[in-house]
Structure formats: structure tokens, C-alpha cells
């Protein structure tokens, strides 16, 4: 097992160094100037080449790629051209949403998708088992951000609960939390949808397998067979595929928080590219990206704790 | 002391297009510690007969006829009646260790499953349980063996491995289904072995079910050979391989490889390919195969012809069937 | 039994909805009820009505005629982002299952990879470089789909190059791009037709995701994610409008989901199991 950590971990820094070079060239390389960008067409060779300057601009590109990794190992993660103040607190505040509101999501689509796929794998072929695909074809077609659109309309607009949208802030936890309930369910169920299909072909995979035939000739009941020997077999794939929709929820949180006038990770990157504020944008791709990478990581890590031969396969 | 009787013993499975019988009118019975051998091509009904008397058809099978077992009725008991008795009672082998065992459970944790449901155990001590059981059925390193999971065990270790599952509670009965087919032939022999000396030892009652007369021969007390979902012929393993009243079963034994033949000489074969169930209708299921055929085996059920001693054979021409070659 | 009468319902009603899309989209070209950017204020946020099906929105723009137009958009970037997947993503998979070792090794990492990016974050990537547009879009959610079906491809590719027939036309020293020709290709077809259904489903939902940010179809270029955008601005006076371009995109792209789990049971039983 240590072996298999050492393993991944080097596999999970290798892809980090990967990924932030490609963040790095296509945010800092392809553009041109940044501070022709910043200035506008109007400005003077000379009022670019001094921001130029100022903003590091002018140095090779090995030096600024090494001083944007080294500042972003620190925590520094530099000073937004538009707001002139650094970017750590902006992303800092903005992490505070989205990594709530993308946690709650997940934990909500886990919950529905095991719910759904268990019962659904269990009636496979019946009408119960129908009803769900059904359901999660639905679920499928849906946009995340037209889903939250329309609980804005019949929760603020139509029965008046909650208000549209906006950010109460953290000092209130209640109310924060409140906050974030609908976007967290307008990004869970299709999540979730996604999720219900995998557990249950997964499960049904698992529930066709001997060794449940044995734990039946051992007297272990229909009910305790499926829990304690087909789902832990089911739960690699569906980590898995977890894993992979986590980047695509990330996106999703970025569409839903503008429905909901959320100042979260999307806000910020939205705002920032209206601003033309390129390195506040570079930062945050790159923070999604060490999120995804460092969950596809844990799910790595996990399903290796669950399955002793993805253990075995690599020493 | 009769442990089991079976008597005509039917399995109806649900197909979309229609009710197929794959087991029809099986009758036999088994003598505590008496070892009895089900032989059949695939598609015979031998593996559907072993899932019956477990209460383990597929979902939807129609089960008829009577399975007592310990003097209780089995067709119509509960399933929890029936998962009482699984595992403790009555218990069962099957074919392919890898796929059999749980990839992602330890060996002796799985061992220990039946101690903890049947006989109350705490886990901790199941697995020491588990862990002289796996002695007893004479692995290697028995310790090691329990703390390892299925595939880093050779066919072998997990075959026993299995044994020592279906043994853990002192089962009366354990129905081995095709035992040794997955594993390699120097194991066979052995596995097969470990099995009858635990029944000996024990005084359980063994199902041995297999496409393999020699095997069946080597290792029971009476046999019972389908074909087609019917038992054709049943009787002492001595009487029905030497003096066969069956015509299938002497086409079997036809088919087998004589160890002082000569070199270069063909093995008989028998002409044809099992039916599909479908394709039986009313008569035998070996009509289309067989030697002996007349007009009555492809209209009317064989009827059951006894020759004494528990032998019986189900087929229209029963007496005219020739000695063994 | 019952699967596949669903499969065959599936095919039915999503080759329905999806020839219905195809067919709206074709009829923009030559008429609308009215130019789908025409902007009428006197007639404002009008109700549903014989003159407008779907009422006008908050600058009296016709909302039927700015559903019909907007099918353009999706089928457009659907089409090029799917064979932006299927160029690349064919290609990539067939040189990794006929090279094998590093080469194969390599672009499967790389694959894996782009996973980490999806389209909504390199269109956000790109938009921020280059500015907002449908061509970026293209571009990324092109991109994300490459990985998806070099993957599949590969995959059917070397189970079909393990088979004998292929063994033996490579022994029968053919090369590697007339095996691909006459043995894989039109083995892996119909799993590729099925996922790049499923592709187009997706590249709609992710162009109206990219739209309705303001990063994708651009005014006055009519597009339903746009539409969503602007109708959460009259909200509270009109949500109505925000329902007929969500339930436009919502029955596009289950139409085409169900045509291709249809398909997949239609052309290949076999693919039943994955998905």
C-alpha cells in the first residue's frame, strides 16, 4: 500500500507540473501583451512597455512561469491588474461559496444516486426499475442552470420563501447555508442522474457475480448480500466515475452561482474576464484544476483502500 | 437413515417465451454420509437440481414435487426457513473458486461468514475459527492463507479455501457442483479426495455433480445420470457403470477413453448435440440420438423400469440394453 | 422483453425529437414568423398570442421566431464540436491501439488528462484569451470530446485487432492503415454512432451553459442560452420566457440521448451492458 501511494503521489505532481504549464501557456503565451490588453488600443508604446515592466511582463518566460509556481506554493498568488490588490483574500472569499456549494452538491448526488441505483438494480426490468431510468433520462436532458432558474421561479417568485439570489455571508451560518441549499440541488440532480445510472449498472454487474450465489448458499439473506458483498464491489466504478464528473460539477458551479448571484469561484472568473484581469482568471483555472486533480487523487487512493488487487496490480 | 428424498422434483424456468421445465421429474433419495453422484452434459439439469435442493434457483423458477430434507419439506418452506438452513445444514461447493469467492473480502473473513450468521460468533473469533478450518481442509499456511484475499491464492489453495467455507458450520449435506472442472488435473484428484475423507470423517452426506463419469465413479456410493431434464437412469456407481440400462448411459461410457485400447483407435461419439429443452416435447429427451428409438420414445415420457438393488433406468426399451463393452 | 421494447420506444421518440430539431433548425433559414432579432418595444414582454405563439420578450423581440433561429446555433457547434471529436479522437485512438507501448501509454495519460478540463473551463480559458465567441466554443467543447472518443476507439480497436480475421490480414502483411479501412473502421462504427449522438446531447448543453454566460453565440446571433440569460432579467415579470428556451434545450438533447441509447440496442446488443 505505501508503494501504491508513492506511486500515485508522484503520478498526482507529475499531472499538477503538466497542467500548469498548459494553464500557463495558453493563459500567457497565446494572448500576446498583457499590458496592451490591460491599456486598450489607445495607449502609448511607452505607458505599455512601463506596465509592461511593472507587471513583470518583460521577463523571459521561464522566470515568470517560475515565480507564478513559487508564488502559488506560498499562497501568493499574485496582484489582480484590475482591482490592484492581491488575488489570494478575492480567491480566498470566493473558495468560501464554491467549495461549500460543491461539496453539498456532491454529497447530495452521492446520496440520491445511491438511493435511486440500489433500489433500481434491485427491480431490475421491473416497473420501479423504469421509473428511475426514466427519471435519470430526464435529469440528463436538463441544464443545471435552467433547473435553478426554474426553483428561482417557484421558490422566490412564485411562493416568495427565499430571496432570487445573493450571499448573506458566513457570520450567519444558518442563513449562509440556506443560501446555497437550492443551487446545491439544481447541481446535485444532475449530478445525481449521471451517478444513478453507474451505480445501478454497476451494482447489477456485481449482483450477477458467483461469489453472491455463495454468500446466498451461505444463508446470508437477498438484502445483506447486496449491502456487504455486491456494493463495495459497485463502489470502485462509481468513485470513479465521481471522480471524473467532479471537474464537470466545477463547471456546473460556475454556471449556477451566476444564476443565483452567488460571489463565488465562477463570479470572480466571469468578472475577471470582463475586466480583462488575465492573471486573477490563470489563478483560478489553475485552482480548479489542483481541485479536480487532488480529488481524481483521493479517488485513486480510495478505491485502491477498497480493492486489494488495484493494490497488488502496481507494486 | 434417509437425510434426503426427492420426489419428482420439477424446475420451471421463466424464458420470454414461455415456461421451459429444465429439471422434470427427478426422484432419489441420500443416506446421511452417503455420497451420491449427478452426472450430465451441460444444459442436463444437474447444476439447476443442486440450486433446487438449496432453494437457489433463479428468480421466477417454478419449483414442483417435494424436497424433504432432515424429515422438513423444502419446496414450500420460507426463505427464511431456507436461509436458516443454508450454510449450516446444508451447504454447497461451487465450480469456479475465483469468481465464487468475493474478490474484495479476505479469505478468512469469508470463511468465518457462516460461524458468524449460524452459530452467533463474534468476527475476531470466527476468524480464528476460520483459520483451523483452513487447516483442516490442509492448507499450506493456514494463517497466512486467512489474511490474504482471493488472488493471491493458487486454484487450488481457493478450492479449498471454499471447502472449508461449505464445512465451517458441520453441514449434513454439501452439494459440490462441478468441484474440480476449473482447476488443474494434478489438483483434481486431490480436491476430490479432501472432500471424501471430510465425509468419512464427519459422516456428511456429499452431492457430487459432474460432466465426468470417472470422477463420479472414483468417488461415490450411487449415481444418478441425466440428459434433458430427466433422470435417466440412477442406481449403485458399480451396478450403473458395469451393467447400464440406459442407453444414454451406455453411449457415455462408450464415449470414454479405454486405457488398454490401442493406440490410433477412435473414441465413440455420440451422433447429434443435446436438445435445446424446447425441442423435447412429449417423448425422451435422447430419442433423436439414440440406437434404440422406436415410434414410442419420440410420443410418450420413458417410464421407470427397476432392476433392483435402487437401480432403475427411465427408458421405453430398458431390458433390451446390452451389457457394457 | 420489456428491454427492448424500451430500446425501440427510445429510437422512436428520439429519432422524433431529434429530426424535429433538425427540421426547426433547417426552417430558420428560410422563414420565421418574424426576423428573430427585430426589436419592437412598443410590444414588449407581450403575452402568447395568434400574432406571437410564444409572446415577445423585454425588447418586443418575437419569441417563437428566436426559438426556431436558435436551433442553428446548437446543431452548428453539436456538428463541428462532435467532428472536432471525431477527426482527432479517431485518429488518436487508432495510432494508440495499432502502435501499442509508449505511444499508446502516452496519449491515454493525455486523455485522461483533458478530463480535468472540461469544455465549460477551456471555452473559459480561451474566452478570457481570446474574447468571447462561438468559434471558441467550438474549439473547447471540440476538444473535450476528443478524449472521449479516442478512448472508445481504442478500445474497440484493439479488441477487434485481437480477433483472428485481423491476425490474419496482418500476417497476410497488410498494412496498418488497410486493416483499419476494412476491419476496424466499420467494426467500431456503430459505437462511435452512438457516442457521438450522445456528444452532439452534450455539446448542446454545454454551448447553452457558455451562451447563457455571455462566452459563447454573441448578439444578435439568437441562441437559447442567451435567451435564458435575458429572461432572468424580467424574472419577476415574465417567467414564462424563461421556460420555453429551457424546454427547448431540454427536449433537444433528450432526443438525442434516447436516439442514441436506442441506437446502441438498435445497432448492438453487446454495448447494452456498458453506458
Known amino acids: 500500500m505505501a508503494l501504491y501511494l508513492l506511486q500515485r503521489l508522484a503520478v498526482f505532481v507529475a499531472t499538477l507540473v503538466i497542467a500548469s504549464a498548459i494553464v500557463f501557456a495558453v493563459m500567457e503565451i497565446l494572448p500576446g501583451d498583457a499590458a496592451e490588453t490591460l491599456l486598450g488600443p489607445t495607449a502609448t508604446p511607452e505607458a505599455v512597455a512601463a506596465l509592461g515592466h511593472k507587471l513583470g511582463l518583460d521577463l523571459p518566460l521561464y522566470v515568470r512561469y517560475g515565480r507564478w509556481i513559487a508564488g502559488l506554493a506560498r499562497g501568493d498568488f499574485g496582484v489582480s491588474y484590475a482591482y490592484g490588490s492581491p488575488i489570494a483574500p478575492l480567491i480566498g472569499a470566493s473558495l468560501a461559496i464554491s467549495l461549500p456549494l460543491a461539496a453539498m452538491a456532491m454529497a447530495l448526488s452521492a446520496a440520491m444516486a445511491l438511493a435511486a441505483g440500489v433500489y433500481a438494480a434491485g427491480r431490475r426490468g421491473r416497473a420501479g426499475d423504469a421509473v428511475v431510468i426514466g427519471l435519470t433520462q430526464v435529469g440528463l436532458a436538463v441544464p443545471n442552470f435552467w433547473l435553478a432558474i426554474l426553483m428561482v421561479i417557484v421558490f422566490a417568485v412564485w411562493l416568495r420563501l427565499v430571496p432570487a439570489g445573493g450571499f448573506p455571508g458566513w457570520a450567519d451560518p444558518a442563513r449562509a447555508f440556506g443560501a446555497l441549499i437550492l443551487p446545491a440541488v439544481a447541481l446535485g440532480v444532475v449530478q445525481a442522474a449521471i451517478l444513478t445510472r453507474v451505480t445501478r449498472s454497476a451494482l447489477i454487474e456485481a449482483l450477477d457475480e458467483d461469489y453472491m450465489r455463495t454468500a446466498r448458499a451461505k444463508g446470508v439473506s437477498r438484502r445483506a448480500a447486496l449491502w456487504r458483498h455486491a456494493l463495495p464491489n459497485a463502489l470502485a466504478p462509481v468513485l470513479t466515475i465521481m471522480g471524473l464528473q467532479f471537474a464537470n460539477l466545477i463547471a456546473g458551479a460556475i454556471v449556477v452561482e451566476n444564476v443565483f448571484v452567488l460571489p463565488g469561484l465562477g463570479r470572480l472568473m466571469l468578472q475577471s474576464i470582463s475586466n480583462r484581469d488575465t492573471l486573477v482568471v490563470e489563478d483560478c483555472v489553475m485552482l480548479i484544476a489542483i481541485l479536480v486533480i487532488g480529488l481524481n487523487f483521493v479517488v485513486d487512493v480510495a478505491c485502491a483502500a477498497i480493492d486489494p488487487r488495484l493494490r497488488s496490480r502496481s507494486a | 437413515m434417509t437425510l434426503l428424498e426427492v420426489t419428482d422434483l420439477s424446475v420451471d424456468l421463466p424464458l420470454p417465451r414461455g ?80 469468481t465464487a469467492l468475493n474478490p474484495l473480502h479476505r479469505v478468512g473473513v469469508q470463511v468465518a461468514e457462516p460461524l458468524v450468521l449460524h452459530r452467533g460468533l463474534s468476527r475476531s473469533a470466527a476468524f480464528g475459527e476460520a483459520v483451523r478450518l483452513l487447516e483442516r481442509v490442509r492448507l499450506a499456511d493456514p494463517e497466512r492463507a486467512a489474511h490474504a484475499y482471493p488472488f493471491a491464492l493458487s486454484g487450488g489453495e481457493r478450492q479449498r479455501a471454499m471447502i472449508a467455507m461449505a464445512i465451517g458450520c458441520g453441514p449434513r449435506l454439501v452439494i459440490a457442483d462441478e468441484p474440480t472442472t476449473a482447476l488443474d488435473v494434478t489438483v483434481q484428484a486431490r480436491i476430490l479426495a479432501l472432500i471424501d475423507g471430510l465425509r468419512v470423517e464427519t459422516g456428511m452426506a456429499v452431492i457430487l455433480v459432474s460432466h465426468d463419469l470417472a470422477v463420479v465413479a472414483g468417488n461415490c456410493d450411487r449415481v444418478l445420470v441425466l440428459y434433458g431434464g430427466l433422470v435417466m437412469e440412477s442406481g449403485p456407481v458399480e451396478v450403473v457403470l458395469r451393467a447400464p440400462k440406459n442407453p444414454y448411459t451406455r453411449a457415455l461410457l462408450e464415449a470414454r477413453p479405454e486405457p488398454g485400447a490401442p493406440r490410433g483407435a477412435r473414441l465413440k461419439t455420440i451422433p447429434g448435440a443435446p436438445p435445446r429443452h424446447r425441442d423435447v416435447g412429449a417423448g425422451c429427451p435422447f430419442a433423436a440420438r439414440c440406437e434404440l428409438t422406436v415410434d414410442v420414445c419420440r410420443t410418450a415420457r420413458p417410464p421407470s423400469v427397476a432392476f433392483g438393488a435402487g437401480h432403475v433406468s427411465r427408458c421405453w426399451r430398458a431390458a433390451e440394453v446390452g451389457e457394457a463393452p | 422483453m420489456s428491454g427492448f421494447a424500451r430500446g425501440g420506444f427510445s429510437l422512436w421518440l428520439g429519432a422524433t425529437l431529434a429530426a424535429a430539431l433538425l427540421m426547426i433548425a433547417a426552417l430558420s433559414f428560410v422563414w420565421t414568423p418574424y426576423p428573430p432579432a427585430a426589436i419592437d418595444i412598443p410590444h414588449k414582454l407581450a403575452q402568447p398570442s395568434l400574432a406571437h405563439w410564444f409572446g415577445t420578450d423585454s425588447l418586443g423581440r418575437d419569441v417563437a421566431s428566436q426559438l426556431i433561429a436558435g436551433a442553428r446555433v446548437s446543431i452548428l457547434v453539436g456538428v463541428v464540436a462532435v467532428g472536432i471529436g471525431l477527426v482527432f479522437g479517431v485518429a488518436l485512438g487508432l495510432v494508440a491501439a495499432f502502435r501499442k507501448g509508449v505511444v499508446e501509454d502516452s496519449i491515454m495519460k493525455a486523455c485522461d488528462f483533458v478530463f480535468a478540463f472540461p469544455a465549460l473551463l477551456s471555452a473559459i480559458m480561451l474566452t478570457s484569451t481570446f474574447g468571447p465567441g462561438v468559434v471558441n466554443a467550438i474549439v473547447a467543447i471540440g476538444a473535450a470530446n476528443v478524449p472521449i472518443i479516442a478512448k472508445l476507439t481504442r478500445a474497440t480497436a484493439n479488441s477487434v485487432l485481437a480477433r483472428e480475421y485481423a491476425l490474419a490480414a496482418r500476417a497476410a502483411g497488410r498494412g496498418p492503415l488497410a486493416i483499419a479501412a476494412d476491419h476496424v473502421l466499420p467494426n467500431i462504427l456503430p459505437a462511435l454512432i452512438v457516442q457521438a449522438t450522445i456528444q452532439f446531447a452534450i455539446a448542446i448543453l454545454a454551448e447553452a451553459a457558455l451562451s447563457y454566460l455571455g462566452l459563447g453565440a454573441q448578439p444578435p446571433q439568437p441562441s437559447w442560452g442567451r435567451m435564458l440569460s435575458d429572461a432572468q432579467n424580467v424574472l419577476y415579470n415574465a417567467p414564462r420566457l424563461a421556460i420555453y428556451p429551457g424546454a427547448a434545450i431540454a427536449l433537444s438533447v433528450l432526443g438525442l440521448n434516447l436516439l442514441g441509447d436506442g441506437l446502441r440496442d438498435a445497432l448492438d446488443p453487446r454495448l447494452r451492458a456498458r453506458s
Not at chain 2, 427427478?26 to 455420497?35: C, I, N, P, V, Y
Not at chain 2, 442436463?44 to 437457489?56: D, F, N, P, Y
Not at chain 2, 436461509?83 to 473458486?97: H, K, N, S, V
Open chain 2, 19 to 98: 415456461a421451459v421445465r429444465v429439471v422434470d421429474g427427478a426422484t432419489f433419495r441420500l443416506d446421511a454420509g452417503e455420497s451420491l453422484g449427478v452426472v450430465g452434459e451441460s444444459g442436463s439439469g444437474k447444476t439447476m437440481t443442486a440450486l433446487a435442493l438449496m432453494g437457489l434457483a433463479p428468480e421466477g423458477a417454478r419449483i414442483g414435487g417435494s424436497i424433504r430434507f432432515e424429515g422438513r419439506e423444502l419446496v414450500s418452506s420460507s426463505e427464511e426457513a431456507m436461509r436458516a438452513l443454508r450454510g449450516d445444514r446444508m451447504a454447497m461447493i461451487f465450480q469456479e473458486p475465483m
